[in-house]
């Protein structure tokens, strides 16, 4: 499928999978009902769980929400990229996109296919994670494939370079406050708007913030792998340690983001017993991995 293709099926209201630079995004047009309705069917999502409308230039927003004052400035230093912004939605916008909240998700994504598919259907689409509710989120046009097989058109735009979904902001409170860590950290925010509330991801209506959640299959915990577990077991670290299936991984926190769900995709895949994640450093350029990997594993 091609750009133009994957228009032409969105105007139609048929939900298609499309490349962003974070993760590959289950897209619908946000201004179709039924094509939104279908992406939560798609996905086994419960209707409560608010999706991200993506826009293909900061200007669109108006038409979506009332625009607090830090959102120029962070819109203008970070769209395009890896940012949602949480702000009051506008009366007309579809409940069933805010999960009937007050407020709209809004992101300017910065993969070129993502923009011009954007641009050309001149309308905003919402995107979730092309992946079934509660399972690993898709860095690649395969994964997408090994979601929902022929049910769902990709386009491939290559693998996501930053690999963990966006950083969410929320400016709908007195204070903006982090309701999702990614790639932008906290610090690069707090250079724009100021100190941002202390509160990360204790929001109830964020799915990212359920326990359970970007999970493999495969029974998986956090652990040195110094007492190698009985049977056949997978190995996700920084250096080899003999196990059944090992997927090395990169020292730094960005190239690490980028590989961690197509490695915890191939472990998941390779018909083990469990899976041992070794855990990272507890610095804050790892806090996006740490929380995803605090939701992948159990203890
Ligand atoms: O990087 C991303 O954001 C990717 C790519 C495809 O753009 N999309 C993504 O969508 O991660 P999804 O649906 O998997 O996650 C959307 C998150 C959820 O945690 C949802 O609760 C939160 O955004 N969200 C959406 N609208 C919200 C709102 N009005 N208030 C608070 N959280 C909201
Ligand atoms: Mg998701």
Not at 126 to 142: I, K, L, W
Not at 288 to 295: E, F, N
Request: charged residues 20%.
């Amino acid at each position: 499928m091609d750009v133009a293709e994957a228009v032409e099926r969105l105007g139609k209201g048929q939900p298609v999978a499309i490349p962003t630079e974070t993760v590959y995004g289950l897209a619908a047009d946000a201004s179709q009902p039924a094509a939104v309705a279908r992406v939560f069917e798609l996905k086994g999502r419960p209707a409560d769980h608010p999706l991200i409308v993506h826009l293909g230039d900061a200007s669109w927003a108006t038409s979506w929400g009332h625009l607090p004052p830090p959102f120029d400035s962070l819109a203008q230093r970070f769209w395009p990229g890896p940012l949602t912004l949480v702000v009051p939605r506008l009366d007309w916008v579809d409940p069933l996109i805010t999960g009937g909240q007050s407020t709209v998700a809004l992101r300017v994504p910065r993969h070129p296919l993502a923009l011009q598919v954007l641009q050309r259907l001149g309308r905003g689409l919402v995107a979730p994670s092309a992946n079934r509710f509660g399972h690993t989120s898709p860095t690649t046009a395969q994964h997408v494939r090994d979601e929902f097989g022929e049910e769902v058109a990709v386009l491939d735009g290559g693998p996501c370079l930053v690999g963990v979904e966006s950083t969410i902001l929320d400016l709908s409170g007195p204070r903006p406050r982090i309701l999702r860590p990614g790639q932008l950290s906290r610090a690069d925010l707090e250079a724009v708007v100021g100190e941002l509330d202390q509160l990360v991801g204790e929001v109830p209506r964020v799915p990212g913030s359920l326990d359970r959640h970007y999970a493999p299959r495969t029974f998986t915990r956090l652990g040195g792998g110094e007492q190698p577990p009985p049977g056949r077991w997978g190995w996700l670290g920084f250096s080899p340690r003999g196990a059944s299936h090992e997927v090395i991984v990169p020292a730094n926190a960005t190239d690490y983001a980028q590989r961690l769900y197509s490695a915890l995709r191939e472990l998941d895949r390779a018909g083990l017993e469990i899976i041992l994640v070794e855990p990272p450093p507890q610095t804050p350029e790892w806090e996006a991995v740490w929380d995803r990997l605090r939701r992948a594993t159990r203890s």
